[in-house]
């Protein structure tokens, strides 16, 4: 019988790769003007000192996620 061997908050830090906003964009497809926009509406990030921000990518892929909502119908159309 084996026993999993706990993970420390080190080991999960060490673990997550953290982007910069101009890796954030290009794996999104999106500027960094929607991306300090998107901050403002709540998108997670790391802020690395007064100038420097990083983001975890599961973290902005779940953030998205969330705020993904059902296409609108045409109006006129049924």
Same mark, same amino acid.
């Given at each position: 019988?084996?026993? %999993?061997?706990?993970?420390?908050?080190?080991?999960?830090?060490?673990?997550?790769?953290?982007?910069?906003?101009?890796?954030?964009?290009?794996?999104?497809?999106?500027?960094?003007?929607?991306?300090?926009?998107?901050?403002?509406?709540?998108?997670?990030?790391? %802020?690395?000192?007064?100038?420097?921000?990083?983001?975890?990518?599961?973290?902005?892929?779940?953030?998205?996620?969330?705020?993904?909502? %059902?296409?609108? %119908?045409?109006?006129?159309?049924?």
């Amino acid at each position: 019988m084996t026993t %999993a061997t706990p993970v420390t908050h080190r080991e999960t830090f060490c673990a997550i790769r953290l982007l910069t906003e101009a890796q954030l964009g290009e794996e999104l497809g999106v500027t960094r003007v929607t991306l300090q926009r998107w901050r403002k509406s709540g998108l997670p990030y790391v %802020a690395l000192g007064s100038r420097m921000v990083r983001y975890n990518l599961f973290d902005v892929m779940e953030w998205l996620e969330g705020r993904n909502t %059902a296409p609108r %119908a045409s109006q006129g159309q049924i």
